[in-house]
């Protein structure tokens, strides 16, 4: 796809970057270029420049950037980015909460202690936006995304937008499948009511937890590797003596197994590297094929 079309497009009211470097975006620090990078200003915006793109065009939907390492050689195609746009928030009956999927999931999770609604804190230990975590099924200590989940909005590549209910979806552990080319742009959650200063003090203990176990303050993607079934992806690597293991910039935390820490520069390969050393250990040593969970995308250098 020719970049300048789109760029003189008058209908288009957001930011549009070219040849923009995704280590600015993602939380690792680290990575190549995007062709194009395009912050909507509201959904019909994104409608339109998604009803202008190729039907072949490689499309990078990103939030945070909490769970995507691009390749040094860059990301041949567009990035919509949602950070600060679909960010509608809105309590619509006594137990269902309207969440544009450019909510942070921190967010939702103190919303809802504030309308006194429960089962939402988990959330504040996903560091990402709700779109993200519809997309994946996130979850953190002990709580998943589509377990509330009562319906969603999607948008397709014509920028046409779909209600569908959670039943149109397959959902397993950090897996969700449904109709193809579409991707979220809210959801209506389902909880409950309840005590909501109980609710603010488990998302304060919930976050001190995280903050004793986890390398919060570190250039990292958050979970590299999905749990295997019956067993944690930190404790197989932590097993295998790899906690502090380097390849150049990239390093495995000393605080906890399952996170790759960019300690010093490191460059996108320096990490996939460590992340297929990793996997090549575990699979030795332990016999158990490790699953990213961390999206990688771009062309190889």
Known sequence: MEAAPIMTMPQLRGEMLYDESMSRHVSWRAGGSAKCYFLPAD????????ASLPADENILWLGLGSNTLVRDAG???????LQGVMNELERLDDDRVYVGAGVTAS??????????????????GIPGLVGGALAMNAGAFGGETWRYVASVETIDREGNRHKRNADEYQVGYRSVNGPADEWFIAATFQFEQGDGSTASANIRQLLARRAETQPTGAASCGSVFTNPENDHAARLIESCGLKGYRIGGAVVSEKHANFIINDSNASADDIESLIKHIQKTVLKQQGIELQTEVRIVGGMA
């Open 107 to 124: 967010k939702l999770a103190r919303y809802c202690a504030k309308e006194n609604l429960v089962g939402a804190e988990f959330f504040a």
């Open 43 to 50: 959904i019909e915006d994104l409608s339109i420049l998604l």
């Open 75 to 81: 990301f041949d195609g567009t990035v919509i980015a």
